[in-house]
């Protein structure tokens, strides 16, 4: 079981908005970055966002990241079904160990 | 282009040893901190193992600490990691990533490019 919790599933119709939550801890969350990523089936993961909100090159702004307190949240906006994928959140802990999330299988209805 | 490419991986008996490699190109590869990231078989991600740029500091997952070593070879653009004492729940596809980190008063850690992953399976 992650230290970091996500919920298993999400799911939305195509050109609707979806939100996945991550939480965790003062260790954690509540006082680090988080980033985000996304694998698409059979794929490496890829960065989409980093230090809480930010976006790489590339990375259209669809892709939003938060964060307040000890959770963070990835949006994603006008969804396509080529987002179908899992997403996973990660950061630093004061154990000096990195840590994902359990992951969030999106499924665009 | 940041390009990633393990190899190393196979299988191997439980108790047994295996090295995996990353070669890197398209970044100063002394320059940046690299990892190690595995996935079980239909499971999520798991952290194993960091290296900062010049090598002087290496981080490990307490699932494989004292069993795993990470190490980078500057002078070959390539990353290694040495995994000894190997068990069945070590099965999994192993990413190399290149990393940005910083540690202290609001800490990051970035995986900004990966590999394709090299597939490694533990069992007799």
């Known amino acids: 079981q992650s230290v970091l919790t996500q919920p298993p599933s999400v799911s939305a119709a195509p050109g609707q908005k979806v939100t996945i939550s991550c939480s965790g801890s003062?260790?954690?969350?509540?006082?680090?970055?988080v980033s985000w990523y996304q694998q698409l089936p059979g794929t490496a993961p890829k960065l989409l966002i980093y230090?809480?909100?930010k976006r790489p090159s590339g990375i259209p702004d669809r892709f939003s990241g938060s964060k307040s307190g000890t959770s963070a949240t990835l949006g994603i906006t006008g969804l396509q079904t080529g987002d179908e994928a899992d997403y996973y959140c990660?950061?630093?802990?004061?154990?000096?160990?990195?840590?994902f999330g359990g992951g969030t299988k999106l499924t665009v209805l | 282009e940041v390009q990633l490419l393990e190899s190393g991986g196979g299988l191997v008996q439980p108790g047994g040893s295996l090295r995996l490699s990353c070669a890197a190109s398209?970044?100063?590869?002394?320059?940046?901190?690299l990892s190690w990231v595995r996935q079980a078989p239909g499971k999520g991600l798991e952290w194993v193992s960091a290296?900062?740029?010049?090598?002087?500091?290496?981080y490990y997952a307490d699932s494989v600490k004292g069993r795993f070593t990470i190490s980078r070879d500057n002078s070959k653009n390539t990353l290694y990691l040495q995994m000894n004492s190997l068990r069945a729940e070590d099965t999994a596809v192993y990413y190399c990533?290149?990393?940005?980190?910083?540690?202290?008063?609001?800490?990051?850690?970035?995986?900004?490019?990966w590999g394709q992953g090299t597939l490694v399976t533990v069992s007799s």
């Open positions: 990533a290149k990393t940005t980190y910083y540690y202290g008063s609001g800490s990051y850690v970035n995986f900004d490019y």
């Open positions: 398209g970044f100063t590869f002394s320059s940046y901190a």
């Open positions: 290296i900062s740029g010049s090598g002087g500091s290496t």
């Open positions: 003062s260790s954690n969350i509540g006082n680090n970055y």
């Open positions: 230090e809480n909100n």
């Open positions: 990660g950061t630093w802990d004061s154990s000096l160990s990195a840590l």
